[in-house]
C-alpha cells in the first residue's frame, strides 16, 4: 500500500506560476512511475504529466506541454508538478498517481495507487 499526499494548490491569476507536490509513503517510491491528473470543474479525469521511475522519461498532454514540468526526488520520495503560465482552463482537481513498475503512461487505470487530491484555481 502506497498513501500519496499532495499539496501545493491553491488560487493563483492567470500567467501566474504553482508547484504541486506529492510525497509517498513509501521507501519502495523509486519502483514506482508517477503520474499527474486532473478533473476540471464537470468534466472527466485528465491525464496531466507522468515520469518514469529513475525520472529520464517524461509525458505530458498536449494542453500542458511547454508550461508545465513534472519532476522527482527519489530520495525524498516526492514529485513535483510546476506549472507556469496558468489559465482559467486549468482550474482543476490535480491527483497524483502511482503505477508499480511502469513506464509513465498517460493510461489512468494503469495507476495502482491515487491521492486525495488538491484543488486549482486559476481566476481570468
Known amino acids: 500500500q502506497v498513501q500519496l499526499v499532495e499539496s501545493g494548490g491553491g488560487l493563483v491569476q492567470a500567467g501566474g506560476s504553482l508547484r504541486l507536490s506529492c510525497a509517498a509513503s513509501?521507501?519502495?517510491?523509486?519502483?514506482?512511475?508517477m503520474g499527474w491528473f486532473r478533473r476540471p470543474p464537470g468534466k472527466e479525469r485528465e491525464f496531466v504529466a507522468a515520469i518514469s521511475r529513475t525520472g529520464g522519461s517524461t509525458n505530458y498532454a498536449d494542453s500542458v506541454n511547454g508550461r508545465f514540468s513534472i519532476s522527482r526526488d527519489n530520495a525524498k520520495s516526492t514529485v513535483y508538478l510546476q506549472m507556469n503560465s496558468l489559465t482559467p482552463e486549468d482550474t482543476a482537481v490535480y491527483y497524483c498517481?502511482?503505477?508499480?513498475?511502469?513506464?509513465?503512461?498517460?493510461?489512468?487505470?494503469?495507476?495502482?495507487?491515487w491521492g486525495q487530491g488538491t484543488q486549482v484555481t486559476v481566476s481570468a
Open positions: 498517481a502511482a503505477d508499480l513498475y511502469g513506464t509513465g503512461t498517460s493510461v489512468g487505470r494503469s495507476y495502482d495507487y
Open positions: 513509501r521507501a519502495t517510491f523509486i519502483s514506482y512511475a
